[in-house]
């Protein structure tokens, strides 16, 4: 069973930075596939980044050129460098990997983009 534990989020104001860093408690060497994603109330959970075993890391385009996605496989360690917020960036991000065919999430960490 692998746990992803998230921290760093909370409040920031509108052209703010936040660093969200996603513990796992595998080596995430081994992941398939890992990334964030997130939710909005009313809405549907949808993907912000994700990088699969041997191909490039995907960003969702409203996030493209602000958003950066990172891994320290020493530290079993994910990250999310979100720059420039906006109000419409505010939710719960969740990491996500999926290992050995099944898929795991975190329990999500909220953002809150307002002034």
């Known amino acids: 069973q692998v746990q992803l534990v998230e921290s760093g989020g909370g409040l920031v104001q509108p052209g703010g930075s936040l660093r969200l860093s996603c513990a796992a408690s595998?080596?995430?060497?081994?992941?398939?596939?890992m990334g964030w994603y997130r939710q909005t109330p009313g809405k549907q959970r949808e993907l912000v980044a994700l990088?699969?075993?041997?191909?490039?890391?995907n960003y969702a385009d409203s996030v493209k050129d602000r958003f950066t996605f990172s891994r320290d496989n020493a530290k079993n360690t994910v990250n999310l460098q979100t720059n420039s917020l906006k109000s419409e960036d505010t939710g719960v991000y969740y990491c996500?990997?999926?290992?050995?065919?099944?898929?795991?999430w975190g329990q999500g960490t909220q953002v809150p983009v307002s002034s």
């Open positions: 996500y990997s999926r290992f050995l065919q099944r898929e795991y």
């Open positions: 990088i699969i075993v041997g191909g490039r890391t």
């Open positions: 595998e080596n995430i060497f081994n992941f398939n596939e």
